[in-house]
């Protein structure tokens, strides 16, 4: 499983992905992206940055609450156990 997050001055983006069989291309499985609201474009970047993986933890726990995978959180590292 590849996770990149992605914060620029007024948009955070998301990609999971995993590789193929073969292990030698990646394949993106999941993207979203969101617009900074007018509030959230002034913050610094280190609070954008935490505004982003609060809003991906948010949004990719409730993919893994409804699968069979076990998602362990971990002081800043996301470990995803299949």
Request: glycine share 2%.
């Amino acid at each position: 499983m590849i996770l990149y997050l992605t914060v620029t001055e007024a948009v955070m983006r998301y990609v999971q992905g995993q590789y193929d069989e073969s292990r030698n291309k990646e394949r993106a499985i999941y993207y979203i992206s969101k617009k900074f609201t007018e509030c959230e474009f002034i913050y610094t970047v280190i609070e954008k940055l935490y505004c982003a993986l609060v809003w991906i933890i948010k949004k990719i726990m409730k993919l893994y609450v409804a699968s069979d995978h076990v998602v362990d959180f971990k002081c800043g590292s996301l470990e995803v156990y299949l």
